[in-house]
């Protein structure tokens, strides 16, 4: 079936520091993939998506690259903030499944000041 | 703030209990999703309604049962409930089941069962 594999935390990075979390999946057919964050007491925000290989998301100064012949969609951000300290979450659907998600085991980022 | 809500925040149940959550969706949405989400790990896709249909299920038992009313809000039931159970659920409402841009996933509610 259809899976999301991400690093696992917790990420511990100093603020301005440079972010990254990896995701790789295995699907059948080509899927859109997500990113979402998880704020403390809050609900999940898609952070950022892309819908075809090469496709970049971008948002918030993170990016995320769609990579086909590496199944991967690793987030980066060139300098966080403390206020970037949340769980991070690769998802994806297939076109078939509407907006069923997937989601991958969840990475926590906490940035210190 | 998304205009998803859920009630009740917490609650704890007992071993073999049935329990209702309820979802309130945003305005327009009529295609409402719940997830399961243990601790420490990602949300699991339970099912999905739209107007008032099941419209796909995940790898979850029957005795998670849903249903969406004719306002699009929607309720999740469980029935004799057991320790794995304990998790956050969340609600998940979209414009339609294609939507990815506009699904606002509601803030959750946290079950415990002992």
């Known amino acids: 079936g259809d899976s999301v594999t991400q690093m696992e935390g917790p990420v511990t990075l100093s603020e301005e520091a440079f972010l990254t979390i990896n995701c790789t999946y295995t699907?059948?057919?080509?899927?859109?993939l997500f990113w979402y964050v998880q704020y403390p007491g809050e609900g999940l925000q898609l952070l950022l998506k892309a819908t075809k290989a090469d496709d970049k998301g971008s948002n918030k100064g993170f990016e995320a690259t769609y990579r086909k012949e590496t199944t991967s969609f690793h987030l980066e951000k060139g300098s966080v903030q403390v206020s970037d300290s949340a769980v991070y979450f690769c998802a994806l659907t297939l076109s078939a499944a509407g907006n069923k998600l997937t989601f991958g085991g969840g990475t926590r980022v906490l940035v210190k000041p | 703030e998304t205009g998803v809500t859920q009630s009740p925040t917490h609650l704890i149940k007992t071993r073999g209990q049935q329990v209702t959550l309820r979802c309130s969706s945003q305005s327009g949405h009529n295609t409402v999703s719940w997830y399961q989400q243990a601790l420490g790990q990602g949300p699991q896709f339970i099912f999905q309604y739209y107007r008032e249909e099941e419209n796909g299920r995940g790898n979850f038992p029957p005795r998670f049962s849903g249903l969406q009313f004719p306002n699009y809000s929607s309720e999740l039931n469980v029935n004799a409930l057991e320790l794995d159970d304990s998790a956050l659920y969340l609600c998940a409402s979209s414009p339609t089941p294609q939507s990815q841009e506009t699904q606002y996933f509601g803030p959750g509610t946290r079950l415990l069962v002992l």
């Open positions: 699907a059948t057919g080509y899927p859109s």
